[in-house]
């Protein structure tokens, strides 16, 4: 089946710490995104990448970094710059037609910072 | 600043009733806009989306309208069903070459049966 798949789905973390957070894609979709979602709030953008070796800011990129090196990857790194990375995290991907506007997204993953 | 405001938090509605969800929009660029559906600890699902050429879409008991002199737009279910019952998500896109979407809060909807 096509999808997104993220991993891990809870993950916890002491302060200090980086973490990585995995998202795979095998929809062939040129863009991918991650958003982080907060209770009581909407989905902010922290990157979003339209091709391979290329990623561009969200709103809230500071403290996240990414890396798209192949079409169906885009991890996210929550590094210790992050000053309040408890949060759910959503992947996302979308063809590169940026028209529709329709993005497919993962389950999620939720970090817990201790 | 919030570009996309979605103002009532929750919202419960008789199952076989008409529900509706109302959003609103600060910028003018604003030309695509779309409802996502999220159950708890799952990534959001589209739903509906509409064009700002156009003032009306329609898909089986999903209905959304777009007033874009009011920078309003609104989703009608009908009949609603317990199985609506889910966080739903306005969301907006402005030009064909961007590549963000700015989402509301999100309204959460409960069916009563």
């Known amino acids: 089946d096509g999808g997104i798949t993220q991993s891990p789905k809870y993950l916890f973390r002491k302060e200090g710490q980086n973490v990585t957070l995995s998202c795979e894609q095998n929809l062939n979709h040129d863009a991918m995104y991650w958003y982080r979602q907060d209770p009581g709030q909407g989905l902010r953008l922290i990157y979003y990448s339209q091709i391979v070796n290329d990623f561009q800011k969200g709103d809230i990129a500071e403290g996240y970094s990414v890396s798209r090196e192949k079409k169906e990857s885009f991890p996210l790194t929550v590094t210790s710059a992050q000053k309040n990375p408890t949060a759910f995290y959503l992947c996302?991907?979308?063809?590169?037609?940026?028209?529709?506007?329709?993005?497919?997204f993962g389950e999620g993953s939720r970090l817990t910072v201790l | 600043d919030q570009q996309v405001k979605q103002n009532s938090p929750s919202l419960s509605v008789q199952e076989g009733r008409i529900s509706i969800l109302n959003c609103d929009y600060t910028?003018?660029?604003?030309?695509?806009f779309l409802w996502y559906k999220k159950y708890p600890a799952e990534g959001p699902t589209f739903l509906i989306s509409i064009s700002s050429i156009k003032d009306k879409n329609e898909d089986g008991r999903f209905t959304v309208f777009l007033n874009k002199s009011a920078k309003h737009l609104s989703l009608h279910i009908v009949p609603s069903q317990p199985g609506d019952s889910a966080v739903y998500f306005c969301?907006?896109?402005?030009?064909?070459?961007?590549?963000?979407?700015?989402f509301g809060k999100g309204t959460k909807l409960s069916v009563i049966p």
């Open positions: 996302a991907s979308s063809k590169g037609d940026r028209v529709t506007g329709e993005l497919f």
């Open positions: 910028n003018s660029m604003f030309d695509y």
């Open positions: 969301a907006a896109s402005a030009g064909a070459g961007s590549y963000q979407l700015t």
